[in-house]
C-alpha cells in the first residue's frame, strides 16, 4: 500500500510538471508567433479563395485554377497603382507648381479682411505662408526620397507576403487530402462530426469574404458616381479608399465617409461637403438596414452581439487585420460550438418552455349522491 505522503508528493510533482509544460508551450508559442500568424493567414486566405479554385478546377486541372486565381489576385494592386498613383503624382506636382499663386489669394484676402488684417501685422503669417510655399517644390524632393526609403523597408513585408501567399497555394492543394488524412486517426463518429464542422467552416468563411466584398463594391461604385457627379477631383482613388475601409465592420464606412467629407472641403465648399454629408448619412442607413442585412443572411449566421465583441477584440489583438477577420472567426466558434453542444447532446431550451403555461383544468366536481 503506497503512504499519503507518496501520493501527495506524487501529486504536487505532477502539477509543477504540468505548469512547467503549460509555461514553456506559451512560450514556444510566444517564440513562433510570426509564423504562427502567417500560418493562420494563410488558412483563412485558402479558405477564401477555395471559392473560386473550387469552381475554376471543374474545367481544368487544380493547379491550373489556383494559378488562375493567384494572377487575378496580382493584378489587383496594379489595378490600384493604376487608379491611385497617377492622380497623387499629378496632384502633388500641381499644388507645388501652383503653392505661390495659393499664397497670394490667401494674401489678397487677409488684407481685404480688418480683422484678419490686424492680425497679419502683429504675427506676420502671410509672409509665412508664402516662404513655405516658395519652398514646396523643393520639399516634394525631399517627400520622394522619404518615400523611397519607406520602399525599401516593404521589403519584409513583401517577403512575408511571399511566404503566406505560398503557404496558401499549399493548402488550397492539398489541404482536403491532409484534412482526411487526419480524419483517419479519429473514430468514425466524431471524424464524421469534424468534416461537417469544417465544411460547413469553409462555406460560412467563403460566403462572408464574398458578401464583405459585394456589400464594399456596391459602396465604392455609388461613392465613385456622386464624386463624379459633384465634380470632386480624384473620384476614383476616394472610391478606392471607400472600398477598402468598407470592409472594415462597424466603423470602416463612417471613416470612409468622414475622410472623403474632409476632401470635399476644398471643392465647392459647402455645398458639394452638404450633399456628400447628406448622402453618406443616407447610404449608411441603406446600407446596414438593407444592403448588409441582405448579404451576410445567406454568409453567416451570427449575433450582432457577438459581431461587436468580437470585432472589438479583433482589433486589439490584430489591428485592421483582426478586424477583417473577426466575424469570420467568431462564426466558425459559433459553428464549432453548436457542433459540440448537439454532440453532448445538449440543445437550446425552446422558448414556450420559458413562459408558464395555462393552469391545468379543475376537476369537475362529483355528482350529488
Known amino acids: ?29 510566444y517564440l513562433l508567433r510570426k509564423p504562427i500568424g502567417w500560418i ?14 473550387n469552381f475554376i478546377s471543374r474545367s481544368m486541372k487544380r493547379g491550373f485554377a489556383i494559378a ?15 487608379i491611385v498613383v497617377p492622380p497623387i503624382v499629378n496632384g502633388a506636382n500641381d499644388l507645388a507648381e501652383n503653392a505661390p499663386e495659393y499664397a497670394q ?13 490686424d492680425i497679419n501685422e502683429d504675427y506676420d503669417v ?35 507576403l511571399i511566404t503566406i501567399l505560398i503557404l496558401t497555394a499549399f493548402i488550397l492543394g492539398g489541404g482536403r487530402r491532409w484534412l482526411h488524412y487526419g480524419l483517419r486517426f479519429v473514430p468514425e463518429e466524431r471524424a464524421k462530426r469534424l468534416e461537417r464542422v469544417f465544411d460547413r467552416v469553409g462555406r460560412a468563411v467563403g460566403n462572408y469574404v464574398a458578401g464583405a466584398l459585394a456589400q464594399a463594391t456596391i459602396a465604392a461604385l455609388t461613392a465613385y458616381i456622386v464624386l463624379s457627379i459633384l465634380g470632386v477631383p480624384f473620384a476614383a482613388p476616394l472610391a478606392l479608399i471607400i472600398f477598402f ?22 471643392e465647392d465648399f459647402p455645398t458639394a461637403t452638404i450633399i456628400w454629408t447628406l448622402y453618406s448619412i443616407l447610404y449608411q442607413q441603406i446600407e446596414n438596414n438593407l444592403i448588409q442585412p441582405q448579404i451576410q443572411r445567406r454568409a453567416v449566421d451570427i449575433n450582432p452581439f457577438l459581431v461587436i465583441v468580437s470585432v472589438l477584440f479583433g482589433s486589439a489583438l490584430l489591428g485592421i487585420i483582426g478586424a477583417l477577420v473577426a466575424v469570420p472567426v467568431a462564426a466558425s466558434i459559433q ?11 445538449i440543445a437550446p431550451r425552446p422558448e414556450s418552455e420559458d413562459e408558464p403555461g395555462p393552469p391545468p383544468p379543475e376537476a369537475p366536481e362529483p355528482a350529488p349522491a
Not at 500500500?1 to 504536487?12: E, G
Not at 486566405?45 to 479554385?53: D, E, T, W
Not at 489669394?105 to 488684417?117: A, I, Q
Open 1 to 29: 500500500m503506497v503512504a499519503p505522503d507518496a501520493l501527495n508528493s506524487r501529486a504536487v510533482a505532477r502539477t509543477v510538471f504540468t505548469a512547467v509544460l503549460v509555461v514553456l508551450s506559451l512560450y514556444l508559442i
Open 40 to 53: 493562420l493567414i494563410a488558412t483563412f486566405l485558402a479558405i477564401a479563395l477555395s471559392g473560386p479554385v
Open 335 to 345: 459553428i464549432a460550438a453548436r457542433e459540440y453542444l448537439d454532440y453532448k447532446g
Open 245 to 266: 475601409l468598407d470592409l472594415i465592420p462597424l466603423v470602416g464606412a463612417t471613416i470612409g465617409a468622414v475622410l472623403v467629407g474632409v476632401v470635399t472641403l476644398f
Open 105 to 117: 489669394d490667401v494674401t489678397d484676402f487677409v488684407n481685404d479682411n480688418e480683422t484678419l488684417s
Open 68 to 82: 488562375l486565381v493567384y494572377l487575378g489576385l496580382l493584378l489587383v494592386p496594379v489595378g490600384i497603382g493604376v
Open 126 to 160: 502671410t509672409e509665412k505662408i508664402q516662404e513655405e510655399a516658395a519652398k514646396l517644390p523643393s520639399k516634394i524632393g525631399d517627400a520622394a526620397g522619404v518615400l523611397r526609403d519607406v520602399g525599401f523597408g516593404l521589403v519584409n513585408s513583401i517577403f512575408a
